[in-house]
């Protein structure tokens, strides 16, 4: 197909996501390749946000194809009562590479399947049903994983899943708990313990958190916060998720974020970058001691598709690439390069507020005026944000632009020429923002 008749069949005959889809303008795209997309016509852009921050080894390796194509000729299905040799690898290498105990794991579909299984895990093993989750949050667009998320693509399913209580992140949108990081932690967690004593201990399950918060800012825990969350949670019997279905498989330059912080939770959800999204997966990794009780006691969960073997194949296949080829160290030693990109671009630009990236999880904030306002308002829009992603994209790179945040996501195979590239058509499309600014 053309580039004009692929949308056109598209946009009548299917809805878009987060959409309204008469308003979506998509971009059409025939194939990939590494950090590369390509449409019909041969247009390429370049992709600065491995799609929705999953497409970690980058596009087309041909080592995954490889896995998906033999395992498809091999065995394409089986159900998820069976064994079969692919669930017992993946399982075997999965038991080798996360951290800690976390050493059992529930297959699904995607992020938001494993945190809805998670929901159902804390419960059972706890005989609790109270959750705790932070504001600046999104743990998927299900029943209970839109419940658990803080962010406003929530407000239309609400009312919710009961049971949820949403807490004051470390670095909330506007208030500030303190100017540094032991500040941060200290204050936060003294307003998060009076929270548990009136929603009462022995109420919560658990609390799950965006290890790294994604989408609503890129936000990293400042230094502490984690070590002292998990020793909180402990005193009151509360377990910890950490969600890293965003954060997770090498994106923050260690194979997993909490390692940052030196912990481990007691369960870990992950999906996008376990495969890289060749394939849907999602996995809920559990600590011996959640995964013990569930050997004696029946687990209430399981879809058609658990444990499915083209998408453990490709799991298996991805993260060998992405731990082999040294991509989380590139991704540790590529998110140098990035902060140093976005330092010159913060000193050259008069619109830009602040910028964050771990590894190559990063994004520019910006701001409309010298008092350091946001762009754009919480929830909101600006007119200048819409030019500026016409700009990127007619100039050959796709990235996600979040209310007033640029996204910096690439895959983490990304060259230091390709970033630097990436940030020169970033730098000419601020100019569209430093001239909406105001004063």
């Given at each position: 197909m053309s580039s004009r008749e692929m949308i056109d069949a598209c946009m009548k005959h299917s809805l878009f996501s987060w959409s309204a889809t008469g308003k979506v303008d998509p971009?059409?795209?025939?194939?990939?390749?590494?950090?590369?997309?390509?449409?019909?016509?041969g247009q390429r852009w370049i992709d600065f946000n491995s799609q929705l921050m999953s497409v970690n080894i980058g596009h087309g390796h041909p080592k995954v194809i490889k896995a998906i194509?033999?395992?498809?000729?091999?065995?394409?299905?089986?159900?998820?009562?069976?064994?079969?040799?692919?669930?017992?690898?993946?399982?075997?290498?999965?038991a080798e590479l996360v951290p800690g105990?976390?050493?059992?794991?529930?297959?699904?579909?995607?992020?938001?399947?494993?945190?809805?299984?998670?929901?159902?895990?804390?419960?059972?093993?706890?005989?609790?049903?109270?959750?705790?989750?932070r504001y600046r949050s999104y743990h998927g667009a299900t029943h209970g994983a839109i419940s658990l998320t803080g962010d406003p693509r929530r407000w239309p399913t609400e009312p919710g899943m009961p049971g949820v209580v949403r807490v004051m992140d470390p670095r909330p949108y506007e208030f500030s708990?303190?100017?540094?990081?032991?500040?941060?932690?200290?204050?936060?967690?003294r307003y998060l313990e009076e929270v548990i004593q009136y929603e009462g201990p022995k109420n919560i399950a658990a609390m799950f958190i965006e290890t790294v918060t994604g989408t609503n800012g890129i936000l990293p825990p400042p230094k502490g916060y984690l070590q002292g969350l998990k020793a909180l949670l402990e005193r009151h019997g509360i377990l910890l998720v950490t969600d890293e279905v965003m954060c997770g498989w090498g994106r923050t330059g260690k194979l997993f974020a909490f390692e940052h912080g030196g912990?481990?939770?007691d369960i870990?959800?992950?999906?996008?970058?376990?495969?890289?999204s060749y394939l849907p997966l999602g996995v809920m990794a559990v600590s011996d001691r959640i995964a013990n009780h569930f050997r004696e006691n029946v687990f209430w969960g399981g879809l058609t598709y658990n444990a499915h073997p083209l998408c453990l194949a490709s799991a298996l296949a991805a993260v060998n690439v992405l731990v082999e080829e040294g991509m989380v160290e590139n991704a540790a030693r590529m998110g140098d390069v990035m902060r140093g990109h976005m330092e010159r671009l913060a000193a050259k630009h008069r619109c830009v507020k602040e910028h964050r990236n771990i590894g190559l999880f990063g994004t520019i904030e910006l701001r409309k005026n010298s008092r350091g306002e946001r762009l754009v308002p919480y929830a909101g829009s600006h007119p200048a944000m819409p030019k500026l992603g016409k700009f990127l994209r007619d100039n050959g790179l796709f990235t996600?632009?979040?209310w007033s945040m640029v996204m910096c996501n690439p895959p983490l195979c990304i060259t230091e020429p390709e970033?630097?590239?990436?940030?020169?058509?970033?730098?000419?499309?601020?100019?569209i923002i430093d001239e909406a600014f105001e004063g």
């Open positions: 971009i059409p795209v025939a194939r990939a390749e590494r950090i590369y997309l390509y449409g019909p016509e194509q033999d395992q498809a000729a091999e065995l394409a299905y089986a159900y998820p009562g069976m064994a079969t040799e692919i669930r017992a690898r993946l399982s075997l290498r999965l105990d976390l050493n059992t794991f529930f297959y699904c579909l995607g992020g938001a399947e494993a945190n809805e299984n998670a929901i159902k895990a804390v419960r059972m093993f706890t005989g609790r049903h109270k959750i705790l989750v708990f303190g100017s540094t990081d032991e500040e941060i932690v200290a204050n936060n967690l912990i481990v939770p870990c959800t992950m999906a996008k970058g376990l495969t890289s996600v632009l979040q970033m630097a590239e990436s940030f020169d058509i970033i730098d000419r499309g601020l100019d």
